[in-house]
């Protein structure tokens, strides 16, 4: 099954209501740019567009625009370099390849108004980490895990480089070899999922995006 991991396609209020950052400015303090932060993305928590942004991924902004006597906000994205980064609408960013790109935010005549330098890596592993009910990150589950028919496990699946947390929302791809026994759900907070052990059994839970996958062994116990 398929479904549009939002890490960071929460409302901005999950940014600016402390599970999120503040934002970054623009060189010329003229714009203050923020990720959409999905509620329990690590890489949004503290970091905000100071991290790397997942290749193959996109990145939703929320822009605060500070132009004296402006009447309105500029209405386009660009990219100094669409190899790396392209938008895709007046708010979303597309990470094509790893390296460096400013996103330039222009006025309706293409006047260039401010601009954020922003870093795509290329993710090197996903991880299953658990959250509780307020949001305040568990840890990595390990490979295996043994729960009692009832237990529920919240959780996120998350792309990382080298220990780091990326930005970014993408598709994720998640299966069970034995629904009977363990059910994964989607969580009605977008981005998380429900694990629920259901009677004894064992099953593999997988999970694939941006060409990496991750599996998570569980027992349940009679």
């Known amino acids: 099954m398929l479904r549009l991991l939002a890490v960071l396609s929460l409302a901005a209020a999950a940014c600016s209501d ?13 714009v203050q740019a923020t990720p959409e932060c999905g509620v329990l993305s690590q890489a949004c928590i503290g970091q905000g567009l100071n991290a790397p942004i997942a290749r193959g991924s996109t990145v939703d902004l929320i822009v605060e625009y500070r132009v004296a006597g ?8 660009a990219s100094a370099n669409e190899a790396v980064l392209r938008p895709i609408s007046a708010t979303q960013l597309a990470a094509l390849d790893e390296g460096m790109s400013a996103v330039l935010f222009t006025g309706p005549d293409g006047e260039v108004i401010d601009l954020v330098h922003v870093f795509v890596q290329k993710p090197g592993e996903l991880r299953v980490n658990r959250y509780d ?16 028919p009832g237990d529920e496990v919240l959780i996120a699946v998350e792309a990382y480089a080298n220990g780091q947390p990326l930005l970014g929302r993408y598709e994720l791809a998640y299966a069970t070899t034995d629904p009977a026994a363990v059910q994964i759900l989607e969580d009605p907070v977008f981005g998380l999922y429900r ?6 059994g064992s099953a593999k839970l997988s999970f694939a995006a941006l060409g990496l996958d ?9």
């Open 18 to 30: 402390g599970f999120g950052t503040g934002g970054t400015p623009g060189d010329f303090n003229q």
């Open 70 to 77: 402006s009447s309105g906000p500029p209405i386009e994205l």
């Open 133 to 148: 009910a307020q949001g305040d990150l568990l840890g990595r589950v390990q490979p295996s895990s043994q729960l009692l």
């Open 195 to 200: 694990v629920i052990a259901r009677r004894p």
């Open 214 to 222: 991750v599996a998570w062994d569980v027992e349940v116990l009679p």
